[in-house]
T-cell receptor
Framework: DQQVKQNSPSLSVQEGRISILNCDYT??????FLWYKKYPAEGPTFLIS?????DKNEDGRFTVFLNKSAKHLSLHIVPSQPGDSAVYFC???????????FGTGTSLTVIP | DADVTQTPRNRITKTGKRIMLECSQT?????MYWYRQDPGLGLRLIYY???????NKGEISDGYSVSRQAQAKFSLSLESAIPNQTALYFC?????????????FGPGTRLLVL
């Protein structure tokens, strides 16, 4: 069973607008979450993380929000830029799991 | 030079053939991982290794084997390839720690099994 899901396979946004990428999880033991970004023909690269003791973490144009009661996290990109066009994966971790569980990915296209 | 390299980058093989995908890293990390990416399924862990003497199965290890030849090298083998092993394969590394450390991925190997 997929413990981490990204229900939107793709998203298109105008340059300068906000991009919101969503991620849902089923395992309440997850307590650490990350977002990775992947360009074509490259491996994923780390973007931003959040611990379950927080509900928000910001890094420049990128903000991750965590709603533990809803088992939901989201990545906000403001303002969106064409260079943000990529596939975004969320990932979750819990002690004892020994691995990150990755979501299915959302392909973001930022239209100039 | 890239910190995590994978060879080959692309491979076409036939059902029943044995193939090996190789991963090398210059980051000095102890932990190494093999993932596969499939459309609609995201990244799934095949095997991971916390050091040269430690090999662990991931979610989808059936049909695969690995070898950690050195701290810097981690190989994935398909003993008898089948078409549903057609996928994009990634190697990754991370520092030793709590397990929450950022993973650094190679560029991927695209495998097609006919």
């Amino acid at each position: 069973d997929q413990q981490v899901k990204q229900n939107s396979p793709s998203l298109s946004v105008q340059e300068g607008r906000i991009s919101i990428l969503n991620c849902d999880y089923t395992n309440s033991m997850f307590d650490y979450f990350l977002w990775y970004k992947k360009y074509p023909a490259e491996g994923p690269t780390f973007l931003i993380s959040i611990s379950s003791i927080k509900d928000k973490n910001e890094d420049g144009r990128f903000t991750v929000f965590l709603n533990k009661s809803a088992k939901h996290l989201s990545l906000h990109i403001v303002p969106s830029q064409p260079g943000d066009s990529a596939v975004y994966f969320c990932a979750a971790y819990f002690d004892g799991g020994n691995q990150f569980y990755f979501g299915t990915g959302t392909s973001l296209t930022v239209i100039p | 030079d890239a910190d995590v390299t994978q060879t080959p980058r692309n491979r076409i093989t036939k059902t029943g053939k044995r193939i090996m995908l190789e991963c090398s890293q210059t980051k000095g990390h102890d932990r190494m991982y093999w993932y596969r990416q499939d459309p609609g399924l995201g990244l799934r862990l095949i095997y991971y290794s916390f050091d040269v003497k430690d090999i662990n199965k991931g979610e989808i290890s059936d049909g695969y084997s690995v070898s950690r030849q050195a701290q810097a090298k981690f190989s994935l083998s398909l003993e008898s390839a089948i078409p549903n092993q057609t996928a994009l394969y990634f190697c990754a590394t991370s520092d030793l720690g709590t397990g929450r450390e950022t993973q650094y991925f190679g560029p991927g190997t695209r495998l097609l099994v006919l």
